[in-house]
């Protein structure tokens, strides 16, 4: 079993930057793809970012160019730096954690990321 345990969030001004980090414990870190999902009110959670087991990035075109996923393997630890911060990515950020060919199956408890125009 993996815990996830995600922090880094906050209220920022539009165009500002925040860092997410997100520790799992539990688990092979190093074996599994990564994820970072946002759920915004009344909407349906998205894909932000996800890096694999190998180091494979993918990002939603609503983020790319502002936002970099990246992991430290041996500090069981996956970030999502954030910049150029917009007030629609406002919303409730989760990390989540999937043996490679799976779906997600480990979810943080999400941080609150909070951008003011």
């Known amino acids: 079993q993996v815990q996830l345990v995600e922090s880094g969030g906050g209220s920022v001004q539009a165009g500002g930057s925040l860092r997410l980090s997100c520790t799992a414990s539990?688990?092979?870190?190093?074996?599994?793809?990564m994820g970072w999902f946002r759920q915004a009110p009344g909407k349906e959670r998205e894909s932000v970012a996800t890096i694999d087991w190998s180091g494979i990035t993918f990002y939603a075109n609503s983020v790319k160019g502002r936002f970099t996923i990246s992991r430290d393997n041996a500090k069981n630890t996956v970030y999502l730096q954030m910049a150029s911060l917009k007030p629609e990515d406002t919303a409730v950020y989760y990390c989540?954690?999937?043996?490679?060919?799976?779906?997600?199956?480990?979810w943080g408890q999400g941080t609150q990321v909070t951008v003011s125009s």
């Open positions: 539990g688990g092979t870190f190093n074996s599994y793809d």
């Open positions: 989540a954690a999937k043996v490679p060919s799976r779906k997600y199956d480990y």
